[in-house]
């Protein structure tokens, strides 16, 4: 059977899949592609999308975004919001990578002062911030150290020396998320995060030098503090091994839990339990404790960001500018008040490969942005533009204020590694003008632009649905993987 067989179109770019498609599923799937996306579509991924519409307590839709691709249990791009009162919590919703994310922070730079020194920037970079597969940060913690970075988050980083002040204000949820708590977090897992913390990891994670190239709303830009042709940084990572450990040990208790409460999951991989169990309570508490580990991690890193740049520039950190824009997660559950027939109800937002994008007057939003909507930051892939968008109401009315992260992936990185050379990929990078810093070639292979949809497309789908808008376009100029 073909794809358009199974769905049916709402409006141009908006697709349903009806509640019909599996007799199991208590509401329909929504899917936010254009042609090309829909000509990368795997059927895998949308009987993903019906499996989560079989869950109990699932509010409006089961929500397949532009870049969505098959996953674990959830598709990847993937969003489910459940009751507080009949729902359920499932790590598969999460994935492996808890809080994995993007932090995008302003210089007031401009390409012409930093080409010159862009060799000896990305090396101080490469050289500081420690990268690649099994790679240990530079931080000495002991056990009661990963237990207040897990229940304190950036706050940890501030009371530390490495955070500024102001710098709480513009990452999501403030750096913490409130029901942490680290004595739900295993000794495994610790013990994992503890020699981890400040580093890149390997896979799709990044350190990236960007220069803004096109604005596209220019009061959007004015709150957002960007300017045309200045050079600003991205960074994207998650929690490391921690989060992969706390996302096993509780998938091992859901499997039980599942058969425990009597819930039909139609894939094991879907595996949960009911909120008010204790299993979800403490999943959601460890969950939560894990994303301030990855906040923390993505402030380390940007404070030796910071000390590369006033090394090579020999300036100061705030003279250059450099504060946070904002820093999203892509991985996570929260729990959020959203209009649902009508009324404002508190539901739980599982968001997998996918970005908070609230619209105008959410209080979550930094004051400085609320009359715009919340930055959305959609990385493209090694020599691609990536995005900076705004949040929208459409967003709030649809997708429980969710849109894209990223390109997502066509190809696995088993099939990238066999069909692409890292050299030859490096060679084409440099011949646009990037420059490439990688630990590992293989990786480089595995995250070659080819193996991912294309970004400007996926982009222009979640423009054209409404659920973010554009504001500004940035360029790579120089790119360190792990």
């Known amino acids: 059977m073909k794809i358009k067989d199974i769905i049916e179109e709402v409006r141009p770019d908006v697709w349903e899949i009806p509640s019909s498609y599996k007799k199991e599923m208590r509401v329909p799937g929504r899917l936010y592609l254009n042609e090309e996306g829909l000509s990368n579509l795997e ?61 995008m922070i302003r210089t007031n730079l401009t390409e012409d002062e930093i080409k010159p020194k862009i060799k000896e920037i990305i090396d101080n970079i490469f050289h500081n911030v420690p990268s690649g597969v099994g790679s240990k940060g530079k931080i000495k913690l ?33 750096g913490a998320m409130d029901e942490a708590d680290s004595s739900k977090v295993s000794d495994r897992a610790k013990q994992r995060g503890i020699p981890q913390l400040g580093s890149l990891g390997s896979g799709n994670h990044f350190i990236e030098i960007q220069k803004i190239d096109e604005i596209y709303d220019d009061e959007a830009a004015k709150a957002f503090q960007i300017e045309d042709e200045t050079i600003n940084i991205m960074i994207h990572t998650g929690s490391r091994g921690c989060g992969h450990q706390v996302c096993s040990d509780y998938l091992r208790l859901m499997d039980k839990a599942y058969k425990k409460y009597k819930i039909n999951v139609p894939d094991r991989q879907l595996a949960c339990a009911p909120w008010d169990s204790y299993e979800a309570q403490d999943y959601f508490k460890a969950m939560s404790a894990v994303a301030n ?7 380390i890193i940007l404070h030796w960001i910071r000390e590369s740049f006033e090394t090579v520039f020999r300036r100061s950190a705030e003279d250059m500018d450099m504060n946070i824009i904002y820093d999203v997660a892509h991985n996570i559950v ?10 404002n109800t508190e539901v739980l937002v599982h968001r997998k490969g996918a970005t908070r994008a609230f619209g105008p007057g959410r209080k979550e939003i ?9 930055p959305v930051l959609i990385p493209g892939t090694m020599g691609t533009s990536s995005y900076i968008l705004h949040g929208t109401e459409v967003a709030m009315e649809e997708t429980f204020g969710s849109a894209a992260h990223g390109a997502g992936r066509i190809l696995s990185r088993s099939k990238a590694k066999k069909q692409f050379s890292s050299d030859i990929i490096e060679q084409e990078l440099n011949n646009k003008g990037i420059l490439l810093k990688a630990s590992s070639k293989p990786v480089v292979a595995e995250e070659s632009p080819q193996a991912y949809k294309n970004v400007d497309q996926v982009v222009q789908t979640v423009d054209k649905t409404g659920i973010a808008k554009l504001v500004a376009k940035v360029t790579p100029l120089a790119v360190t993987k792990g």
């Open 43 to 103: 059927t895998e991924a949308i009987n993903q999308v019906a499996n989560v519409a079989c869950l109990p307590g699932i509010a409006k839709y089961s929500i397949g975004l532009p870049d969505i691709h098959f996953g674990y249990g959830f598709s990847i791009g993937g969003v489910a919001a459940f009751s507080n009162r009949t729902g359920i919590i499932s790590p598969g919703g999460v994935g492996f990578d808890i809080n994995c994310g993007v932090r």
């Open 334 to 343: 929260k729990k959020e008040i959203h209009k649902i027939k009508g009324q």
């Open 142 to 174: 002991n056990q009661n150290d990963i237990n207040s970075v897990l229940d304190l988050g950036v706050l940890w980083a501030v009371e530390n020396g490495y955070a500024w002040d102001n710098d709480m204000g513009f990452i999501e949820e403030n």
């Open 293 to 299: 580990y990855a906040w923390v991690n993505r402030q």
């Open 366 to 374: 930094p004051s400085k942005y609320r009359n715009i909507g919340q």
